[in-house]
């Protein structure tokens, strides 16, 4: 089946620094990718949508420069946290959509777990 | 986004069926019905998924109602390692790259041995 593969699995960083996150599609084009953040004991946010080959569309409230998605190829997005803080601390979770419609499985990534100490 | 809501919790006994709800009163008509579960520190996986017919898959049954306003998600025997949080969520048939997809709370299912 479809696999979304997200790296790493986890992460502990310095504050101030940056830490990129990987998400790639391994047997399928991506068209779609959405990047979500969970905090202990509540449900995923949403955080962008990035689409291949244009600019990520970032939901309300999620600083663009603060979280650089980019959305190179059809089967990798990556995840920036620049200046890492701890309060940025959490599980980031990616998710791949295939070309087409509703109709179709999303497909996640494992998770990272990022902690800025 | 077409709203969706769902108990918080539920619990069950292992080799019992579990029966999810979920409400979606303001789907539309090409909204289809996704299930996703997700354990503890993962990633949400797929479940199930289906438009207007119930649907069987080898993990679950799917029921729908006859008027698409809320359904319902059957795990027929319950085991430990079905303990997430499952979550229901609509998804449009014709996905536009602008097309969010956002989660609600999900139901955190406890499965008691």
């Known amino acids: 089946g479809a696999v979304v593969s997200q790296h790493p699995s986890w992460v502990i960083c310095k504050s101030g620094t940056s830490v990129k996150i990987e998400c790639r599609s391994l047997?399928?084009?991506?068209?779609?990718m959405f990047w979500y953040r969970q905090f202990p004991k509540q449900s995923l946010m949403l955080m962008a949508t990035?689409?291949?080959?244009?600019?990520?569309?970032?939901e309300q409230g999620v600083e663009k420069d603060k979280f650089l998605i980019n959305h190179a190829s059809l089967t990798l997005s990556t995840l920036t946290v620049t200046s890492a803080h701890p309060e940025d601390s959490s599980f980031y979770i990616c998710?791949?959509?295939?070309?087409?419609?509703?109709?179709?499985?999303?497909?996640f990534g494992n998770g990272t777990r990022l902690t800025v100490t | 986004d077409a709203k969706t809501t769902q108990p918080n919790s539920m619990e069950s006994n292992e080799e019992e069926p579990v029966h999810l709800p979920c409400n979606h009163s303001t789907i539309s008509g090409t909204d289809y019905i996704h299930w996703y579960r997700q354990l503890p520190s993962q990633g949400p996986e797929y479940v199930i998924h289906?438009?207007?017919s119930n649907v069987n898959n080898r993990m679950a049954s799917l029921a729908i109602a006859e008027d698409r306003k809320s359904s319902t998600l059957i795990l027929h025997r319950a085991t430990l390692r079905d303990a997430a949080v499952y979550y229901c969520i609509l998804r449009d048939a014709i996905e536009t790259s602008g097309s969010r997809l956002t989660f609600g709370e999900g139901t955190q299912l406890t499965v008691n041995p």
């Open positions: 047997d399928f084009q991506a068209t779609t």
């Open positions: 990035s689409n291949e080959g244009s600019k990520a569309t970032y």
């Open positions: 289906g438009l207007t």
């Open positions: 998710s791949a959509r295939r070309a087409g419609t509703g109709s179709s499985p999303l497909h």
